[in-house]
């Protein structure tokens, strides 16, 4: 659909904005309200019942901001501590894993007194339309700034001393509510469509995890005799396959989590060198990704966390478990803090280790077994080398593989195809919010359907 334009614009003054309607105005996000910090909740108080609790987790992983409901709730002795908040108020993520995490904001509406975590950013409007705010505080233009604002390397973070200088584009109180109501109505259409796209994704995702649990842990012989692997989390396996602990799976110092402390700090990047390798080259198996380097000195005296063709990275810090082989051909480099490299012997594949890690009960071992509070760590390398891994002859590794390689392709090429159209969802979705709550398209006169 062709959405009009307002007859007059004048010059904003900002380049990143370009032209508003006549009429509206500029302002830091510091003279519409006030900021607070949340704070004083871990993960410990989280309980099925009790007080409501938001964390910065539950704001980020939502794509629909003006739908969100309450997952977590505190104990009553927990409530002390915490920060209270009631309807009417907006939430920033103050910290994520990248950029676009970070700033995020929701609109909280709940009835009850709300409790909230620390990385969450408190903001009180004045007078300004709040869902107006919020969809202005999500915009392309609004993101833009608060990634400008980002510090952090592992962990991204924003505070509200950068929130407060964020410009934002104000008409009129009247039009603030009906750009508000335009994009609760369109922009809910588009979260409809998402959301059952998302659906069939999960459930191929479930699909593709059932087929490479079976293969794993069953093998691929229907009539093959079965013995009880003695590890609750497994159940039976094929009666010829062996269990071993990750710790004979291994060379020789085969386990090593990345520098701690004060042995990477931001300040000894450089733009090119030696690459430092981040978490979400694990998770989104893309060995290309990331633009940190150091130079050759820290590179020597970082040695031991280097990489070699066929090692084993592994996220371990906030999304836990996820795996990926470093090619042939990768930039010379070390890991971060946030993963963990395995060089496995000859007895295991790699591909196949990868495919166990895969599986339904290896992902709830990890999960079920990590550490931390807001955000979850694996457990050290003395207890995750101790882990059970399922080992059968070698030649069968390879048939599971290559099984499961060609049978999971089809599942992830569905995946792709329903992905593509979600994105593409997703930018028409910003972009409609961007160009509302900018002046670039006028809906003063947009009615709901079937309202006259």
């Given at each position: 659909?062709?959405?009009?334009?307002?007859?007059k614009?004048?010059?904003s003054?900002?380049?990143?904005?370009?032209?508003?309607?006549?009429?509206w105005?500029?302002?830091?996000?510091?003279?519409?309200?006030?900021?607070?910090?949340?704070?004083?909740?871990?993960?410990?108080d989280?309980?099925d019942?009790?007080?409501?609790?938001?964390?910065?987790?539950?704001?980020?992983?939502?794509?629909?901001?003006?739908a969100?409901?309450?997952?977590?709730?505190?104990?009553?002795?927990?409530?002390?501590?915490?920060?209270?908040?009631?309807?009417?108020?907006?939430?920033?993520?103050?910290?994520?894993?990248?950029?676009?995490?970070?700033?995020?904001?929701?609109?909280?509406?709940?009835?009850?007194?709300?409790y909230?975590?620390?990385d969450?950013?408190?903001?009180?409007?004045?007078?300004?339309?709040?869902?107006?705010?919020?969809?202005?505080?999500?915009?392309?233009?609004?993101?833009?700034?608060?990634?400008?604002?980002?510090?952090?390397?592992?962990?991204?973070?924003?505070?509200p001393?950068n929130?407060?200088?964020?410009?934002?584009?104000?008409?009129?109180?009247?039009?603030?509510?009906?750009?508000?109501?335009?994009?609760?109505?369109e922009?809910?259409?588009i979260?409809?469509?998402?959301?059952?796209?998302?659906?069939?994704?999960?459930?191929?995702?479930?699909?593709?995890?059932?087929?490479?649990?079976?293969?794993?842990?069953?093998?691929?012989?229907?009539?093959?005799?079965?013995?009880?692997?003695?590890?609750?989390?497994?159940?039976?396996?094929?009666?010829?396959?062996?269990?071993?602990?990750?710790?004979?799976?291994?060379?020789?110092?085969?386990?090593?989590r990345g520098?701690?402390?004060?042995?990477?700090?931001?300040?000894?990047f450089?733009?090119?060198?030696?690459k430092?390798?981040?978490?979400?080259?694990?998770?989104?198996?893309?060995?290309?990704?990331?633009?940190?380097?150091?130079?050759?000195?820290?590179?020597?005296e970082?040695?031991?966390?280097?990489?070699?063709?066929?090692?084993?990275?592994?996220?371990?810090?906030?999304?836990?478990?996820?795996?990926?082989?470093?090619?042939?051909n990768?930039?010379?480099?070390i890991?971060?803090?946030?993963?963990?490299?395995?060089?496995?012997?000859?007895?295991?594949?790699?591909?196949?280790f990868?495919?166990?890690?895969?599986s339904?009960?290896?992902?709830?071992?990890i999960?079920?077994?990590?550490?931390?509070?807001?955000i979850?760590?694996?457990?050290?390398?003395h207890?995750f080398?101790?882990i059970?891994?399922l080992?059968?002859?070698?030649?069968?590794?390879?048939?599971?593989?290559?099984?499961?390689?060609?049978?999971?392709?089809?599942?992830d090429?569905?995946?792709?195809?329903i992905?593509?159209s979600?994105?593409?969802?997703?930018e028409?979705?910003?972009?409609?919010?961007s160009?509302?709550v900018?002046?670039?398209?006028?809906?003063?006169?947009?009615?709901k359907?079937?309202?006259?």
């Amino acid at each position: 659909m062709r959405w009009k334009k307002y007859p007059k614009y004048k010059d904003s003054g900002v380049e990143w904005i370009g032209e508003i309607p006549e009429g509206w105005e500029v302002i830091k996000l510091a003279f519409t309200g006030h900021f607070s910090k949340g704070g004083g909740i871990s993960r410990a108080d989280l309980t099925d019942e009790g007080y409501p609790a938001i964390l910065y987790g539950d704001i980020y992983t939502k794509y629909d901001i003006q739908a969100f409901e309450i997952v977590n709730h505190i104990s009553e002795a927990a409530v002390s501590n915490a920060v209270a908040i009631n309807r009417g108020k907006l939430l920033f993520t103050g910290s994520g894993e990248t950029v676009e995490d970070i700033g995020k904001t929701i609109v909280y509406m709940g009835e009850k007194t709300a409790y909230v975590g620390g990385d969450v950013i408190i903001y009180s409007p004045n007078n300004q339309n709040i869902k107006f705010l919020s969809y202005s505080l999500n915009s392309s233009n609004s993101q833009y700034q608060k990634s400008r604002n980002a510090k952090g390397y592992t962990v991204i973070h924003i505070y509200p001393s950068n929130l407060k200088n964020i410009l934002i584009t104000v008409p009129d109180e009247f039009e603030q509510a009906q750009i508000a109501s335009f994009l609760d109505h369109e922009t809910s259409r588009i979260d409809n469509l998402i959301e059952k796209k998302l659906r069939q994704i999960e459930l191929l995702k479930e699909k593709r995890s059932a087929l490479i649990t079976h293969a794993v842990t069953k093998g691929l012989n229907p009539n093959v005799k079965m013995k009880d692997s003695g590890v609750g989390w497994i159940g039976e396996i094929p009666e010829h396959w062996e269990i071993k602990s990750l710790r004979y799976l291994i060379k020789k110092n085969g386990i090593v989590r990345g520098p701690f402390g004060s042995s990477l700090r931001i300040e000894f990047f450089i733009n090119d060198g030696y690459k430092v390798y981040e978490q979400k080259n694990a998770i989104y198996k893309d060995i290309e990704l990331g633009d940190y380097y150091i130079d050759e000195q820290k590179f020597l005296e970082l040695k031991r966390f280097s990489l070699n063709h066929g090692d084993i990275i592994m996220s371990c810090s906030g999304t836990i478990g996820k795996m990926f082989r470093v090619p042939q051909n990768f930039k010379e480099g070390i890991i971060n803090q946030a993963l963990m490299k395995i060089s496995l012997s000859k007895i295991i594949n790699s591909d196949f280790f990868i495919m166990v890690f895969e599986s339904i009960p290896y992902q709830n071992a990890i999960i079920d077994n990590s550490q931390g509070g807001a955000i979850t760590n694996i457990v050290g390398v003395h207890i995750f080398k101790s882990i059970k891994i399922l080992l059968p002859p070698l030649s069968e590794q390879l048939e599971i593989v290559s099984f499961l390689n060609k049978e999971t392709s089809k599942i992830d090429t569905l995946i792709s195809k329903i992905q593509f159209s979600i994105n593409k969802l997703k930018e028409y979705r910003t972009a409609l919010i961007s160009a509302a709550v900018t002046g670039k398209i006028d809906v003063r006169d947009w009615k709901k359907e079937g309202v006259s």
